[in-house]
């Protein structure tokens, strides 16, 4: 199995943790993540399933040889909570996320680059 595969497959299942946590015990993720109390639950719900489509969007595209969608997300991901840190949101996941994302996406790519065609 290729490095790319393992990354991908490691990325996806942070994305289905992430996305199970946020449907299943909203008011305990966001709590951890330093957001405090959560009402109402349903934008959290909403995120917990679009990070389950997401995963699945990942390991979908890579059976077809591409990280594109992996990198543009984990880019926007990046971005926007970098951003929202810099604007003032404190919870300590915020910057935490961030970086982890843009992290994730940059060795998605770098791996992918290496791969070349043959290896992916």
Do not use: I, N
């Amino acid at each position: 199995m290729s490095r790319l595969r393992v990354w991908v497959w490691l990325v996806a299942a942070h994305s289905v943790a992430v996305g199970l946590g946020l449907l299943l015990a909203p008011e305990l993720t966001t709590r951890f993540a330093g957001f405090g109390q959560l009402t109402p639950t349903f934008f959290a719900r909403q995120a917990g399933v679009f990070h389950l489509v997401l995963a699945a969007g990942y390991l979908f595209e890579h059976r077809r040889g591409s990280v594109a969608l992996l990198v543009a997300v984990k880019a926007t991901a990046f971005a926007f909570l970098m951003g929202s840190w810099l604007a003032g949101t404190s919870a300590w996941s915020v910057p935490f996320s961030g970086l982890a994302d843009g992290a994730m996406g940059l060795v998605a790519w770098w791996l992918w680059r290496r791969a070349g065609p043959a290896g992916r």
